[in-house]
T-cell receptor
Framework: GQQLNQSPQSMFIQEGEDVSMNCTSS?????WLWYKQDPGEGPVLLIA?????ELTSNGRLTAQFGITRKDSFLNISASIPSDVGIYFC??????????FGKGTRLSVIA | EPEVTQTPSHQVTQMGQEVILRCVPI?????FYWYRQILGQKVEFLVS????????KSEIFDDQFSVERPDGSNFTLKIRSTKLEDSAMYFC????????????FGDGTRLSIL
């Protein structure tokens, strides 16, 4: 089946720093999604990407759909304490079900 | 903003018992999904549902699992005879479209099997 590799597994950063995380897939995807999950809650959609090369922003968050269609990254600029959480990439190719990465746990030190 | 709602938030059940997890998807959505997340692990797809039938299911979704849309608003996941390894967070999600619209998740039901 389709596999997603998400890195890094965890990050500890100072408040105000920029953050970057990425996902690579074993096969071509036609949709990339980035979700954030807070403890005890469901994943909340941050950014959706549908075209190779697409670069989309949502406030301080920016994500890109890689031109090879096998990767995507998420950047967070000027991190703040409420950015703490687990960030998941998810993708799908063709009519296959959504596949999730293992997540990046972000900790922000004030 | 419309939300996917799930009940109960926490269910504790004896091994071997049946359990039903309930979801109310966003009202104008047509595609419904169940996912599972074992503690500390990634979210895993279980099943998708459209037009009153299962459209896709994963290897996890075996004969012990079933889904139903008993009325115009609820979407349920039933586990017939629970096992210890069924303990997990179960998330319901819905989307307007199968491929191009993102899926919106509920806050999940934590299922604990004793």
């Amino acid at each position: 089946g389709q596999q997603l590799n998400q890195s890094p597994q965890s990050m500890f950063i100072q408040e105000g720093e920029d953050v970057s995380m990425n996902c690579t897939s074993s096969s071509i995807f036609n949709t990339w999604l980035w979700y954030k999950q807070d403890p005890g809650e469901g994943p909340v959609l941050l950014i959706a990407l549908y075209k190779a090369g697409e670069l989309t922003s949502n406030g301080r968050l920016t994500a890109q759909f890689g031109i090879t269609r096998k990767d995507s990254f998420l950047n967070i600029s000027a991190s703040i304490p409420s950015d703490v959480g687990i960030y998941f990439c998810a993708g799908r190719g063709g009519n296959t079900p959504l596949v999730f990465g293992k997540g990046t746990r972000l900790s922000v030190i004030a | 903003e419309p939300e996917v709602t799930q009940t109960p938030s926490h269910q504790v059940t004896q091994m071997g018992q049946e359990v039903i997890l309930r979801c109310v998807p966003i009202s104008n959505h047509l595609y419904f999904y169940w996912y599972r997340q074992i503690l500390g692990q990634k979210v895993e797809f279980l099943v998708s549902f459209y037009n009153n039938e299962i459209s896709e299911k994963s290897e996890i979704f075996d004969d012990q699992f079933s889904v139903e849309r008993p009325d115009g608003s609820n979407f349920t996941l039933k586990i017939r005879s629970t096992k210890l390894e069924d303990s997990a967070m179960y998330f319901c999600a819905s989307s307007q479209d199968r491929g191009w619209q993102p899926q919106h998740f509920g806050d999940g039901t934590r299922l604990s099997i004793l």
